[in-house]
Every structure is written in structure tokens, then in C-alpha cells.
């Protein structure tokens, strides 16, 4: 790139995440953009979460880490608070991020003039349940309705007061924002692979109970788009 390189702060929440985060963390560090600080908020794991990052700390300076609840959304705002970068980047500790990920996101955003960018998220699948969570995450790419930004400039995230933390599914309603205030949000061809997917019926079930005790609040707030966004049956599907 022959432009001053901007720092891009990457913010992961997590908890419980021993069994990925050293993947998730391994893909950050190999990135092909390496003007990064990367920020971890934890939510008071019980596994060996801590014991881990600070493993990857000692040997990183550029990472940082802190303990906050009470969940992803506040965790994600504590960190963004905190980030030093121009643009924050947000990803899961149970995924790993194409090598050009951040590259394309800084590239289509200084270049092109856009606000916030988002990529593809796809999984890593095994078993049965897993395969169809992955077909399903398939149907969603270049879907503008289902696909939201995680790739900020972060004085546009502050300006629109952040994720609303009343809310589980933050991201998607902080696109309806975006879109709301006209702010520009480009597309790059990049990836991330969510490699821990959920493989019973059952779990597919308890979190989609779990993420339908929250969406109350989102209907509430925004009815009619909530649901377009919920309802059962889209284009992608055929």
C-alpha cells in the first residue's frame, strides 16, 4: 500500500473461549496488514481463556486484554472506548480471518471513501447440524439484508453512540443505523470462517431460544425491519 497506514484496532470479546481463541489470535498476527492493536475483552471465563491470552500478551506487545460483563455488547463498547485505531474491526474468538481481511477493509475504506465495510462469514463444518448452519451462513453472503458491517471508522461508531446494549444482536442493529444516517459501507471479497459451529439439534434450538428472549427489544425498536430480518422464508433460499 502506498498510503500512510492507518491503525486498525481489532476488538474480540469472549468467554469460555479456550478451545479457539489461539486460532482466532494466530490469524490476526499473520495478518498481511500489520498495522493492528488487538484488544480483548473477556467475560470472566472459567477455562483456560485467560491463561492463554496471556500467553500470546507477553509475546505481542500490540495485544492488550481486559475482564468485562455482562455480554458481547458492552464487552465490544468497553473495547472500542479503549481502542487507539482509526477504525475498530470486530471478530469472535471462535473465528479465523482470512490473511487480507484487514488489508481489503483499510484499502476499500481509504481509498473509496467508505465508512464501514463488511466480508463474508462462513463455517467449518463436521456433522449434519453443522453442515446446515453452514448452508444457511452460505445464503447469506452478498445478502445486503442479512450481511452488516463489522469494520468501522471509529469516530462514525462513536458518533452513532455505539452498540446498544439492550440488544443481543447488536451488529444488525447498528447497520440499520448506518443506513439511517446515509454513512457509506462497502463489500471486499474476504472471509471469516467460524470454526467452532454448532453440531446438535438441540443446541441450534437453546440458542436460538436464547438469542429469542432478546429480540423483544429489537421488535420494539424497530418492528418493521425486525421483521423482514425474522422471517422465515428468503430469496436466497431458492
Avoid at 476488538?11 to 486460532?23: D, W, Y
Avoid at 481502542?83 to 476499500?108: C, H, P, Q, W
Amino acid at each position: 500500500m502506498n498510503y500512510k497506514k492507518p491503525l486498525v484496532s481489532v476488538i474480540i470479546p469472549v468467554k469460555n473461549g479456550a478451545s479457539t481463541i489461539g486460532l482466532n489470535l494466530n490469524s490476526l498476527i499473520n495478518q498481511t496488514y500489520k498495522h493492528i492493536e488487538i484488544i480483548l475483552v473477556d467475560n470472566f471465563s472459567t477455562d483456560e481463556t485467560s491463561t492463554i491470552i496471556e500467553k500470546y500478551r507477553r509475546r505481542h506487545r500490540r495485544i492488550k486484554f481486559y475482564k468485562k460483563g455482562p455480554e458481547r455488547a458492552a464487552q465490544m463498547n468497553f473495547g472500542i472506548r479503549r481502542a487507539s485505531g482509526r477504525y475498530v474491526f470486530i471478530t469472535n474468538s471462535d473465528m479465523v480471518v482470512d490473511k487480507d481481511f484487514i488489508e481489503l477493509a483499510v484499502k476499500k475504506c481509504e481509498r473509496e471513501g467508505f465508512d464501514a465495510c463488511n466480508g463474508h462469514i462462513k463455517s467449518k463444518t463436521k456433522g449434519f447440524w453443522s453442515k446446515v448452519k453452514g448452508l444457511e451462513r452460505q445464503m447469506y453472503v452478498n445478502d445486503k439484508l442479512m450481511e452488516t458491517a463489522l469494520f468501522y471508522r471509529k469516530e462514525v461508531f462513536l458518533k452513532l453512540g455505539g452498540f446498544d446494549e439492550k440488544i443481543l444482536g447488536v451488529e444488525e442493529e447498528f447497520q440499520h443505523k448506518l443506513d439511517e444516517n446515509n454513512y457509506k459501507m462497502g463489500i471486499i471479497d474476504s472471509f471469516q470462517t467460524h470454526i467452532n459451529e454448532i453440531d446438535s439439534f438441540k443446541e441450534i434450538v437453546l440458542k436460538s431460544f436464547y438469542y429469542g428472549l432478546y429480540d423483544s427489544a429489537y421488535f420494539e425498536k424497530r418492528p418493521a425491519l425486525a421483521f423482514i430480518k425474522r422471517f422465515p422464508i428468503r430469496i436466497a433460499f431458492f
